[in-house]
């Protein structure tokens, strides 16, 4: 039997799906403008995760250090008591949801304990910088639908490695090139984009932001300035002062790139014909992320690009935009307006200062002991608290819990999610069902909202999808249906040069900071770079044997000083871990590449070498601001 479902995991492309549910395979739904009939390996492989050896079926309840098997009644019940003592002082209660289950009904916990006035945290493991950043100069996150960019004469491909995180923007744009388009790539290399690219320019990690700054030079030299553009912007002469006053070679120099590179891409922005700028999601994971994607931003607008088909700027769209709340509707509790946050960043150092303490922790969608910085001292500061865990594995995360909740997954409960990229809503319906005693998160939460002695009612499902679906004007029939909707948004963003802000003008970047110097005793960068292979940190047991492999240039110093018959160790201002090195075409000589998602447990997670540090904006993550070596030991 098939059915017309969706993917719920962390990813732009959303995929609407088909699966049978008889011979256990999943395939793109031919019918959906964006999927398009096929999907990537993370989607088409997911019955292996389904159906994985090691998956927790039961709930599990910790005693003696031991975890043992154990009832819904019985577990829930535990939890409920430990919850109602905590809420004497709700924001001893701390709750983490991450993006590792999306959607409508995914909201469900963030609705419970906000009512319950828990602690939150703040900042992002993700795109909320670049987020930030863009809704600083557009007034607005959004950006040129996906299709336009066959419309493009030229593609400047600014840090995206679509061969790993969008296989259909892949798609599109080796489309367009076969109808003509170029594609430029502005990358520390590494990684995939040589396969998608008419040209491939290599840069210091976490400097692109000179790299646009010195294009915008060459711009005020050449005079070559649209009047009409800049009149459409709040703050021009601001950012023309600033530029003024750096030097060319100064900002080639920051970015390590060469100054006949910068001209070229010069050349690509200023000749005629259309150009698309697609901005990668790690930019934004460096100590100035923000700034980064601002300047490319800026060089977009200058250069005439905004506002036209072909054009535009890509990082991000809300993929929530489209869709309500239901938190209203919950009966129970009260609606917090402000709640404590600790930054996520740090959350082993917030949890130490946490004034009154934090004695409740309920984890779901996000294995976060093992994606945030410094995380064997988040493993440590777990220990204290009660620790409740959603999750159907046992990672790094569910291996503090006090209990462990086993979520029905992807295929095996409804939901409704839209996306990051395209303007379609998508609708998980379930094809199988969940194995063991797993439960869909929403049933979890509201039983337990009953159980409370002050109890916290959600409504029923359909009610909560139902109304989440009246901002988009959507109806929850023809979604059921069809297996999705696209929502109308403009095909071209900004259109005629107007923008989110009030007045309707773009705002430009007014600030540029240097990069931070590089320690000579730690004089590399490590990149934790997104895998091909498995999302995050979903990778088996069985591909986590032996020693984590890292990349690096053969021009990196550190390559020729490793004596390869010992063993090799990646090493930071906070620890070491065993490492087995290779090298990589075209890498930046002072990069080192880690494929992001190792499970510390196996030894193979590089946050436990990465120290919290804030990026400019949003209270992101600065990973790829982690200095490093490679050394024997």
Not at 334 to 343: D, G, I, L
């Amino acid at each position: 039997m098939t059915i017309v479902t969706a993917c719920t995991m962390d990813c732009g492309d959303a995929c609407s799906l088909i699966v049978d549910s008889e011979k256990k395979t999943v395939r793109g739904n031919p019918n959906h403008p964006f999927t398009k009939g096929f999907c990537c390996k993370k989607g088409s492989r997911y019955f292996e995760r389904l159906e994985a050896e090691d998956r927790i079926v039961t709930p599990l309840i910790r005693e003696d250090g031991i975890f043992r098997e154990a009832s819904w009644d019985e577990a829930l019940g535990l939890v409920a008591a430990r919850l109602d003592a905590a809420r004497a002082v709700p924001e001893s209660i701390l709750h983490i949801h991450g993006h590792g289950y999306r959607g409508i009904l995914a909201k469900a916990s963030s609705v419970f304990f906000n009512r319950l006035g828990a602690s939150a945290y703040s900042g992002s493991v993700c795109d909320d910088t670049g987020i930030t950043a863009s809704e600083r100069d557009f007034g607005v996150l959004h950006h040129n639908d996906p299709e336009d960019i066959l419309n493009a004469d030229r593609v400047i491909n600014w840090g995206r490695d679509m061969t790993r995180c969008s296989i259909h923007q892949l798609a599109l744009i080796q489309k367009a090139r076969k109808k003509g388009t170029e594609v430029l790539t502005v990358s520390p290399g590494g990684d995939g984009t040589p396969e998608f690219s008419d040209v491939n320019v290599v840069i210091r990690p976490g400097t692109d932001r000179f790299l646009a700054a010195a294009v915008l030079k060459l711009y005020l030299e050449a005079g070559d300035l649209n009047p009409w553009v800049l009149n459409r912007t709040a703050n021009w002469p601001a950012l023309r002062g600033l530029i003024d006053g750096l030097k060319f070679t100064d900002l080639c120099a920051a970015c390590e790139v060469p100054a006949s590179d910068v001209e070229m891409l010069y050349d690509w922005y200023a000749d005629t014909g259309r150009v698309a700028t697609v901005i990668g999601w790690g930019l934004q994971r460096h100590v100035f992320g923000g700034e980064n994607v601002r300047f490319i931003n800026a060089l977009a607008m200058v250069s005439g690009n905004i506002g036209i088909a072909g054009g535009g700027a890509y990082f991000n769209i809300s993929s929530g935009r489209n869709l309500g709340s239901w938190d209203h509707l919950v009966k129970g509790g009260k609606q917090s307006a402000t709640r404590r946050e600790f930054w996520i960043g740090d959350l082993a150092g917030e949890l130490e200062k946490a004034d009154p303490t934090v004695d409740f922790i309920w984890v779901d969608g996000h294995n976060v002991v093992n994606q945030v910085p410094d995380c064997l001292a988040v493993a440590q500061a777990f220990a204290r608290p009660f620790v409740v865990v959603v999750d159907g594995f046992m990672n790094d995360t569910a291996m503090q819990a006090d209990v462990i909740l086993p979520p029905a997954m992807m295929f095996e409960r409804e939901d409704v999610l839209g996306s990051f990229v395209h303007n379609c809503v998508n609708h998980c319906a379930p094809a199988v069902s969940p194995p063991g005693r797993c439960r869909p998160d929403f049933d979890i939460v509201s039983d337990l909202g009953r159980r409370l002695a002050d109890p916290v009612v959600l409504p029923d499902a359909e009610t909560c999808v139902r109304e989440g679906l009246k901002k988009g004007d959507i109806s929850y029939g023809e979604l059921v249906d069809m297996g999705f909707v696209k929502v109308n948004h403009p095909q071209v963003a900004f259109e005629n040069m107007r923008f989110g802000h009030p007045d309707g003008l773009y705002r430009f970047p007014e600030d540029l900071h240097p990069e931070p110097g590089r320690d000579p005793d730690y004089p590399l960068q490590l990149l934790t770079l997104v895998s091909g292979k498995y999302l995050h940190t979903q990778i088996p047991a069985s591909q986590q044997r032996g020693v984590p492999v890292v990349w690096v240039s053969k021009r990196n110093p550190a390559w020729g000083a490793l004596d390869p018959a010992r063993d090799a160790y990646l090493v930071t201002p906070i620890g070491a871990m065993q490492v087995k090195v290779e090298t990589a075409e075209d890498l930046h000589p002072r990069a080192v590449i880690v494929r992001r998602g190792g499970w510390m447990k196996y030894g193979h997670v590089a946050n436990v070498v990465i120290q919290p540090r804030k990026t400019d904006m949003a209270g992101g993550i600065a990973y790829y601001s982690q200095p490093c070596r490679l050394e024997n030991r």
